[in-house]
């Protein structure tokens, strides 16, 4: 990936377009590849790919690049994200994929190191600027549950409801109550961030940091104008940094800001607010564009349109509705 030079680039240059190769072996480790002495970023870890060549499809770009750079073919990959970012000499478009199955035995080809990584390790490596952005896609899962009020809902359901939830796999949840105070909405939260964690499942909580420090809980989603009026990133980067989005410019300020990840809507009318003009799938992709971090898409989706927004370049979708087993 030709994409790591320190100096900052022309805004308006070509970008390059980069296809990305994320292997994953089935000890769930990801192979890293150190960029070489005289290239952009020397002695930098990244995700093996390169650039396109005239005429060439993204994937086959992909493929060749794999071939070429580290030995191996017969790619089964799944797309996980694009974005665009300016950090090196010339703006570049990443297309990244994740590959579970290959034929051959990786190996640098052009003489660069190779490591089998835990994802938990890979705080130890000098990575390129933007490879936190395609782990958060890659291990964000393609649902996110936002949990209705418990008034709304109604105390004695609303607890069989989100063991039902989590049951059910949901594996993020964020817990959206605007209703209470901080301390009911604390003990709200200590109790179901065990049920959560019971589960394997991570809570997001809508209050502020300190609260989330007490908690132990494994992140907060945030309006991005909470963001803007804090004006940096408030949480350790261990801990989840979600933004609630409606327009391009709300994305790129979630993305100057630090946020992991974000939720664009409404994408289709809700019921949750009634007086919203929907996105519609060709105003998500203008608001989505290419901004350098995972977005789900919400309002009046479930799971049936998954397939639909990931082919948009979303995460997945979020709901409230559609994944509440209430």
């Known amino acids: 990936?030709?994409?790591?030079?320190?100096?900052?680039?022309?805004?308006?240059?070509?970008?390059?377009?980069?296809?990305?190769?994320?292997?994953?072996?089935?000890?769930?480790?990801?192979?890293?590849?150190?960029?070489?002495?005289?290239?952009?970023g020397a002695g930098r870890w990244e995700f093996p790919g390169g650039k396109q060549e005239p005429g060439e499809s993204m994937f086959d770009c992909l493929a060749r690049e794999l071939d070429e750079e580290i030995g191996v073919?017969?790619?089964?990959?799944?797309?996980?994200?694009?974005?665009?970012?300016a950090h090196g000499d010339r703006p570049v478009r990443l297309h990244v994929w994740r590959i579970d199955e290959w034929s051959g035995q990786a190996q640098g080809r052009e003489g660069q190191r190779l490591e089998w990584v835990e994802r938990e390790a890979l705080a130890d490596y000098q990575l390129l600027p933007a490879t936190g952005?395609?782990?958060?896609?890659?291990?964000?899962?393609?649902?996110?549950v936002i949990t209705?009020?418990?008034?709304?809902?109604?105390?004695?359901?609303?607890?069989?409801?989100?063991?039902?939830?989590?049951?059910?796999?949901?594996?993020?949840?964020?817990?959206?109550?605007?209703?209470?105070?901080?301390?009911?909405y604390q003990a709200l939260a200590a109790r179901v961030l065990a049920?959560?964690?019971?589960?394997?499942?991570r809570l997001l909580i809508d209050r502020d940091s300190d609260m989330c420090e007490a908690l132990g809980a494994d992140g907060v989603h945030w309006p991005v104008a909470r963001l803007l009026a804090k004006g940096k990133r408030p949480l350790a980067a261990h801990r989840l940094l979600a933004v609630s989005a409606h327009s391009y410019s709300d994305l790129k300020a979630a993305t100057r800001?630090?946020?992991?990840?974000?939720?664009?809507?409404?994408?289709?009318?809700?019921?949750t607010h009634?007086?919203?003009?929907?996105?519609?799938?060709?105003?998500?992709?203008?608001?989505?564009?290419?901004?350098?971090?995972?977005?789900?898409?919400?309002?009046?989706l479930g799971g049936e349109d998954i397939a639909t927004a990931r082919a948009h370049n979303a995460q997945g979708v979020a709901a409230i509705r559609a994944f509440w087993r209430g």
């Open 133 to 144: 952005a395609i782990l958060h896609a890659l291990f964000l899962p393609d649902r996110y």
């Open 148 to 184: 209705p009020s418990m008034a709304a809902a109604g105390e004695q359901a609303w607890w069989p409801a989100l063991e039902a939830t989590l049951a059910d796999g949901a594996p993020l949840l964020r817990l959206r109550d605007h209703a209470l105070d901080d301390a009911a």
């Open 73 to 85: 073919r017969g790619l089964r990959a799944e797309p996980v994200i694009r974005f665009s970012h």
């Open 274 to 300: 009634p007086g919203a003009s929907p996105l519609g799938w060709d105003g998500w992709n203008e608001a989505r564009a290419e901004h350098a971090l995972p977005v789900y898409a919400l309002g009046g």
């Open 1 to 40: 990936m030709d994409s790591a030079a320190h100096t900052q680039a022309e805004p308006h240059a070509q970008a390059l377009e980069i296809a990305v190769g994320v292997l994953v072996d089935r000890q769930g480790r990801l192979l890293i590849a150190q960029r070489r002495a005289g290239t952009p």
């Open 195 to 201: 049920c959560a964690h019971a589960h394997g499942a």
């Open 257 to 271: 800001l630090g946020a992991d990840f974000a939720v664009l809507s409404p994408v289709a009318p809700t019921p």
